[in-house]
Every structure is written in C-alpha cells, then in structure tokens.
C-alpha cells in the first residue's frame, strides 16, 4: 500500500489514465520508444501520466487463453486513453476465430462503442519526396479524415447472396443510418475541428444516395444550430477523392460514412509514403455527465512478424498516435506539437529507419530512433 504522503502527491499530479497495450510483433519494440517519450513528459513537462500495461492479441492468448482479459477490458474502460501497439502473427494462425489476437481488439473497439475513426494524413518536411504526389501538392499537408466505423453499407441489412430460380445469384449489402448515428459522427468532427484549423467538410453521394441526402440535411443542421463558429461545407465523395489528389491542402477534417471513409482515409495515407509512419484513434461518444470519452490510439500498421525482434521497425505511427491522444484525449495541444516537431527534427537530420530510407540516409534501429527524439525534445525544452 501506498503510504499517505505518496498517496497525497499521486492524487495530486497523476491525473491521466493511460493504459499502454503493446501486443504483437513489433508492437512492444515500439511501445519501448513511445514509453521513453512518456517517461520524458513526466520529467520535463508539468504533466503525470498514470500509465498500466496490460496484454493484448497473441501475447494475452499465451498468458491466459483469450485475446483480451476481462480484467484488462474494465481496466481499458476505466483509463482515459488506450494506447496500443499491433496484434497477430503466424504463431496464432491456428487459434480458434474467437481467440484470435484480432478479437482482443474487436472487443475492445465493440465495448468502448469506438464509432468515430481518425485517421490523420500528416507530411513531414523531409519526407515529402517519399510521397507519389509533386512535394508543391503535399508539403506542409495536415488533414484529418474521420470515418464512421460502426454503421452504415458494412453492417445493414438485409445482406446476402441468394440464389434465383433460373440458377444466376443476387447478392444484396444495404448502406443504413440513422439520425442519431450521422449527428454523432457531425458533432466528434466539429470537435475535432475546434482543435486545429476549424474547418470541417461533410462528405456523401447526396445526389444518388437517399441515406446521402439525409446525411447532408442532418449536417447542415448541425453545423447551422451547434457549430456556427466553425468554418462547414459539403462535398461529393467522388469530387473529394479527386479534390484530394488535386488540393489536399483545401481540406482540415473531412467528415463521412464507413463506406467513402475506408477509401478516403486510405488514399489521403498514401499521399504520406509509409505505413511506419500513420497514426490513428478511435473515439466514443462524449458521457454527457463525466465529460469523457472512450479513446484507442494506435498506429495503422500490423505486427510486422518479419521484422518483429530485430529492432528494426519504426515507432514513429506509434509515437505519433500517442501525439493524437494529447491532442484529443487531453487536450495538450503544446506537447502534441512539441512531439510532431521532434519527429521533424529527427526526420530533418537524416535519420531513417529501413522503411522510410532512401539512398543515401543513414539507417538507424528502433531504439537509436527512440533516443534521437528524446534528444531532439532535449533541444526543443532546452
Ligand atoms: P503489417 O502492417 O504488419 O506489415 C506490412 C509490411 O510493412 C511488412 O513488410 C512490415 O515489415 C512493414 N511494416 C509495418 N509496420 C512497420 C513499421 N512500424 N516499421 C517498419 N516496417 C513496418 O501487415 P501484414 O504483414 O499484412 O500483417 C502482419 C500481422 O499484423 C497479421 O497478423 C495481421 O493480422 C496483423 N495486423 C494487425 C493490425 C493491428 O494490430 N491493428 C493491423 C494490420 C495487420
């Protein structure tokens, strides 16, 4: 038990819960970095973080025979924030579905209700020659697309195949939501908004699509009654797929249903260059009385198992998750620009893990990378 004096500073200063799940693969080797930049903000900046470590994936399945305790799932809903690694790998190939390490994280997505995915298109000075796009189209880019994940063409019913009576078959999905679902997935990208440039685009198939124009009439409510202060449009998806291409920049949070937000986010993380380097979160609804809300920071690469252990991969989409988390979760926007400019820093003196290497730059292992950007938040405090 702790005693009362260290009780008494505990309560004082240890005021964001923090539950670090590393899982998989390489997913603990670029925990350790992220874990020495937390270390780092407890040391140098005014800010505690209570942090636990729980198991997540193949890695819980081995020390207790399911992907996800349900001790370490009260322990997720209780912290403010989930940060975790990756999960899977051939090891667990031959788990039963239920057990599988993807199941630990379907269950945590399912019972923190995560329905608004955020997947940010962030280009970094230096590595605006690893995107497909002329660097004058992508320098500088710091977009945010925010998916529903929950709803809508991959959950409707009625779906199917069924077979006619001349023998051909017809296969149905069907694209469902509904008032409360489009206004909650509105009102997390408004919010959203207010934490960066204040801007947020709506984006459906309103002129073919009945759930496309409810979408835009439920929207335009929206931002009329709630959001007044915060810069709104409309736009196609087809026309933002190419207005991506063309202008990126034009964009701040674009806002859209499961469906254009897989394809989207997908294209907008190309414009970046490398897996290693893509965050996202998943958030909750906001409990109107606490004022919290349900959140997983995770990169959107996997365990990597042929790398895993070889202190190779690059923690930089783990590390830039957990930039996310100060942003959205505890609203310390200074640190999360503090934790961007370092990886520019770190980026900027050439240093490169084998994933975002051209010729010509020195490759460096996971842990020199992790040491390169504390001393890079050394110099940025100094
Ligand atoms: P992956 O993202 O793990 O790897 C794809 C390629 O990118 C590999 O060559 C890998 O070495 C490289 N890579 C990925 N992250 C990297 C990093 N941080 N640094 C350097 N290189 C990196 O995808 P995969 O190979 O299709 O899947 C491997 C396992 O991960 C599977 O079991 C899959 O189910 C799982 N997976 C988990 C998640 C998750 O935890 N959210 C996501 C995707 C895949």
């Not at 305790?69 to 322990?75: P, Q």
């Not at 001349?166 to 997935?185: A, C, F, K, N, P």
């Not at 997983?296 to 198992?305: D, F, I, N, Q, T």
Request: aromatic share 4%.
């Amino acid at each position: 038990m702790a005693d009362r004096h260290t009780a008494g500073i505990t309560s004082m200063v240890a005021n964001k819960k923090l539950l670090v799940l590393p899982g998989d693969g390489i997913g603990p080797e670029v925990m350790g970095e992220v874990r020495r930049v937390i270390d780092w903000m407890d040391r140098r900046r005014a800010v505690t973080f209570e942090v636990s470590e729980g198991l997540v994936g193949g890695a819980a399945y081995d020390a207790g025979g399911t992907a996800l305790s349900d001790e370490t799932m009260a322990d997720a809903a209780a912290s403010d924030a989930v940060l975790l690694g990756a999960v899977g790998g051939p090891k667990w190939a031959d788990v039963p579905r239920v057990h599988r390490p993807e199941a630990g994280l379907l269950r945590l997505r399912k019972e923190m209700d995560l329905f608004a995915n955020l997947r940010p298109a962030l280009v970094f000075d230096a590595l605006v020659d690893a995107s497909t796009l002329k660097p004058e189209v992508v320098r500088g880019l710091d977009i945010l697309i925010l998916r529903e994940l929950t709803g809508g063409v991959y959950f409707g019913q009625p779906r199917g195949v069924e077979t006619l009576p001349d023998g051909s078959e017809r296969g149905v999905d069907t694209q469902v939501y509904t008032t409360g679902e489009v206004e909650r997935i509105l009102r997390v990208g408004f919010d959203l908004a207010k934490k960066r440039r204040n801007k947020v685009t709506s984006v459906e198939k309103s002129n073919v699509m009945e759930t496309g124009a409810m979408w835009r009439k439920i929207a335009t409510r929206v931002a009329a009654e709630e959001f007044p202060d915060v810069e709104f449009d409309h736009m196609l998806a087809d026309n933002c797929a190419m207005q991506l291409i063309r202008d990126p920049h034009q964009f701040d949070v674009i806002v859209t249903d499961n469906l254009f937000g897989d394809m989207l986010s997908d294209e907008a993380a190309m414009m970046t260059g490398s897996l290693g380097m893509l965050p996202s979160a998943s958030l909750s609804a906001m409990d109107a009385t606490s004022g919290r809300r349900h959140a997983l920071y995770e990169p959107v690469h996997g365990s990597a198992p042929d790398i895993a252990g070889q202190n190779k991969a690059n923690p930089l989409a783990t590390l830039l998750s957990f930039g996310m988390m100060l942003r959205y979760s505890f609203d310390m926007a200074e640190d999360a620009d503090l934790v961007e400019a370092a990886v520019q820093d770190v980026l900027g003196s050439g240093l490169r893990t084998a994933d975002i290497a051209a010729s010509g730059d020195e490759v460096v292992s996971t842990t020199r990378m992790g040491e390169a950007l504390v001393e890079a938040l050394d110099r940025r405090a100094a």
